[in-house]
């Protein structure tokens, strides 16, 4: 796979960026997709891009706790305030696209980013 940054997937996915501009240039590893926090957790690991429905604060929590490169909060779900808030505060970039999360995951897989077990 190719280096491939936060900021490559900006226009890849049609996102808008929430919070966390100044962590664009994190490189991406791998990339899991899930709305079960207690699953990613388990089973996202650190640098991979996180595609996910939920909109709330607790996924700046998960995304931090693992050291994810960024969150995805895909189907034009809005995010909430306080998401955005503690995002900006931990650096985590958080990006919003109206694209489905199927769609999603398969512009990322096209871009070379891929899942693992």
Request: glycine residues 10%.
């Amino acid at each position: 796979m190719e280096d491939v940054t936060v900021q490559d997937v900006l226009d890849l996915l049609e996102c808008s960026v929430e919070a966390g501009a100044g962590g664009l240039d994190t490189e991406i590893r791998c990339g899991y997709v899930s709305d079960l926090l207690s699953d990613v957790i388990a089973h996202a690991r650190d640098g991979d891009i996180w595609v996910t429905v939920q909109a709330h604060e607790n996924i700046v929590a998960v995304a931090t706790l693992v050291g994810l490169a960024a969150i995805i909060v895909a189907g034009a779900v809005e995010c909430q305030p306080q998401a955005v808030r503690r995002a900006e505060e931990e650096g985590i970039p958080l990006l919003k696209t109206a694209l489905p999360a199927f769609e999603v995951v398969g512009r990322l897989y096209a871009a070379g980013i891929r899942g693992r077990l």
